[in-house]
Structures are given as C-alpha cells and as structure tokens.
C-alpha cells in the first residue's frame, strides 16, 4: 500500500452485518480506512498481515468473546500496544469494568452516536479525525 488515510486504519470486529455497514460508513466518512472481521478468528487472520492503528470491538460475538479475544491480543507482543476500544449494547459501568480489566483502552456504548463516535476514536488516538464537525 502506498499511503494509509490521514485518520488511519481502524479494524472493526462487529458480527452484524448492519451495525459493521453503519460503523464502517461513519469512520470512513471521517477520514479512516477501515477492514471488516465479523469473528475473533476473522480477526486474527486480519492481523496476521495487517497492523490496524485502533480495533473497535463488539464485545458479543458468535464463538470466542470480545473480552477473550482483547485479552488474547493484549498478551501477544505483537498486537499489544494497538488502542481496543469495546463496543456493547449494555451501557453499564460493570460492562465498562469488565472491559478494561480485559485490557481495552476505552469503551463505547451501543447503539453508536454516528455523531460523536469519530471524535471520541480520535481522541483514543491522539489526533484529530480529519473532517469531523461534530467537535463537542
Ligand atoms: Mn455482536
């Protein structure tokens, strides 16, 4: 590949198949290229040849866990500095405990805020999304 987004790579583990659409077409709107992985082991395969900068995580997911596989990743030396940033549709704080004990750096609730997810993955990040509007 010659030159990545100025957001950068975004892996996105999300088993359904709308959810993947919308978050794919948000983070792509705002600058990041994204790839698809509907399992852990899809996801896996993924990063065997392919260094995302973020992962989004939906935390259920059909076989092994989001929690499991973040775990997983966070033991390897080779995926463990890359930011996970989990994604479930129970907004409460033991999920959000649960998920940080699992070694994800931030957490999100589902359904995504299309308005707002862009900018809260740019500040897991460190910079901003390149043409986000929706700044507060
Ligand atoms: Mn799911």
């Given at each position: 590949m010659s030159s990545e987004a100025p957001g950068?790579?975004?892996?996105?583990?999300?088993?359904?198949?709308?959810?993947?659409?919308?978050t794919r077409a948000v983070l792509e709107r705002?600058?990041?290229?994204?790839l698809p992985a509907a399992t852990a082991a899809e996801a896996l395969e993924q990063l065997r040849t392919t260094k995302p900068d973020l992962i989004l995580m939906d935390i259920q997911l059909p076989g092994q866990d989001g929690l499991s596989l973040t775990r997983q990743l966070k033991s390897d030396p080779a995926t463990a500095h890359i930011p996970v940033v989990?994604?479930?549709?129970?907004?409460?704080?033991?999920?959000?405990?649960?998920?940080?004990?699992?070694?994800?750096?931030?957490?999100?609730?589902?359904?995504?805020?299309?308005?707002?997810?862009?900018?809260?993955?740019?500040?897991?990040?460190?910079?901003?999304?390149?043409r986000s509007k929706e700044a507060s």
């Open positions: 950068g790579l975004i892996l996105i583990v999300e088993d359904n198949p709308t959810n993947l659409l919308l705002a600058g990041y290229s994204t989990a994604l479930t549709a129970h907004a409460m704080d033991e999920d959000a405990e649960r998920a940080r004990a699992a070694g994800c750096d931030g957490f999100l609730s589902k359904p995504i805020n299309t308005r707002t997810m862009a900018v809260e993955l740019a500040n897991l990040l460190g910079a901003p999304a390149t």
